[in-house]
């Protein structure tokens, strides 16, 4: 039986996100913290910042009474989005030493199921769909250079 789009999306979206958790199943917990330079920010914090993404700008605006995971994360996970609220300094991610790595796998699980629920109902806003797009080809472009 051949996947309808609506199915597909869910289907890349899961694999994306499960593609980017191999990419780091080789560290260890230490190595999520390690921010090499000023522009280049920890592992733990591009993890939860691809997240904050999904639960700022698809989950908060389509999934009605949608409850933020934590709500300080609005802020420490945000990066240069200024029109949604301060950024955290980039130079400065290497520094947040909480959420601990498995509170940020929970959040990217937390926001991974509400995003199953959304794609579930087939939802045909074209707001909505052009932010998905936008994720999956960014994502595949990425996927594909490594």
Do not use: C
Request: charged share 25%.
């Amino acid at each position: 039986m051949p996947l309808t789009k609506d199915k597909e999306v869910q289907k890349e979206y899961q694999n994306i996100r499960e593609y980017t958790e191999k990419l780091v199943s080789n560290l260890e917990t230490e190595d999520f913290v390690v921010q090499a330079a000023t522009h280049v920010s920890p592992a733990k914090w591009h993890l939860a910042h691809t997240t904050w993404f999904f639960e700022k700008f698809i989950l908060e605006a389509f999934l009605p009474h949608y409850v933020h995971f934590n709500n300080e994360f609005l802020y420490l996970f945000n990066s240069y989005y200024e029109t949604v609220g301060t950024p955290h300094p980039q130079a400065r991610r290497g520094l947040i030493t909480r959420p601990t790595v498995e509170e940020t796998y929970s959040y990217r699980h937390y926001v991974d199921e509400h995003m199953s629920q959304l794609l579930d109902e087939k939802n045909d806003n074209e707001e909505f769909q052009e932010l998905v797009e936008i994720d999956y080809s960014m994502n595949n472009s990425i996927r594909s250079l490594s």
